[in-house]
């Protein structure tokens, strides 16, 4: 159903502890959300700066976050394409540019490890790309790919969470390591 989703094309979807489903979009809508299985949607924009969200993704339980007014289950990351990426702690209702050490504003994908830290795949466009991580919750990034990044590809089904090719080569980080390693040559 699309019973106030009034974007066209939705690119990616996310689900949080709660059961919302949250939808990015294409050409100008940013975020929408659904807390009933998505027979209805509402737009949750509220601070996203971006109108196109290219990747989405919901963090949660995080154990080492103790807050009253914090719910884990609530963080959501948006990648959006040219603005960066932004944060909600309360399902979407607001969201937080955060870009501290991103040098690469065009997002592409998005996945997180077994330790809590979060990978963003960033497209070449306009300056540069590659891969991201950060260990606070986007609160800063760091570049681990060196500009040797060609395209990235996240598997969170298997221990490989950063993969690319790259002149014949193979080059993955597997789970939390903090270098890329030539994987094989093809």
Same mark, same amino acid.
């Given at each position: ?26 050409? $100008?809508? %940013?975020?929408? &959300? *659904?807390? !009933?299985? =998505?027979?209805? /949607?509402?737009?949750?924009?509220? @601070? #996203?700066? +971006? ?30 394409? $040219?603005? %960066?990426?932004? &944060? *909600?702690? !309360?399902? =979407?209702?607001? /969201?937080?540019?955060?870009?501290? @050490? #991103?040098? +690469? ?32 919750? %986007? ?48």
């Amino acid at each position: 159903m699309n019973n106030g989703l009034t974007a066209l094309f939705v690119l990616s979807f996310a689900t949080n502890a709660s059961g919302d489903v949250f939808a990015g979009t294409y050409f $100008g809508n %940013g975020v929408f &959300r *659904s807390t !009933d299985d =998505g027979d209805s /949607w509402n737009e949750k924009n509220n @601070g #996203l700066i +971006a109108a196109e969200v290219r990747t989405i993704a919901a963090q949660g339980p995080i154990p080492r976050i103790q807050s009253p007014n914090i719910n884990a289950a609530d963080f959501i990351f948006a990648g959006t394409y $040219g603005r %960066g990426m932004f &944060r *909600s702690i !309360d399902s =979407g209702q607001n /969201w937080q540019q955060i870009n501290h @050490g #991103l040098l +690469a504003l065009y997002e592409s994908a998005l996945a997180f490890n077994t330790n809590g830290y979060i990978f963003v795949g960033a497209d070449f466009v306009g300056g540069p790309g590659g891969v991201y991580r950060s260990t606070e919750y %986007g609160d800063s990034w760091v570049e681990i790919n060196h500009d040797m990044i060609q395209t990235a590809m996240f598997a969170p089904w298997r221990p490989i969470r950063v993969a690319t090719f790259l002149q014949g080569h193979i080059l993955a980080a597997l789970s939390d390591r903090q270098t890329m390693e030539t994987a094989g040559r093809r």
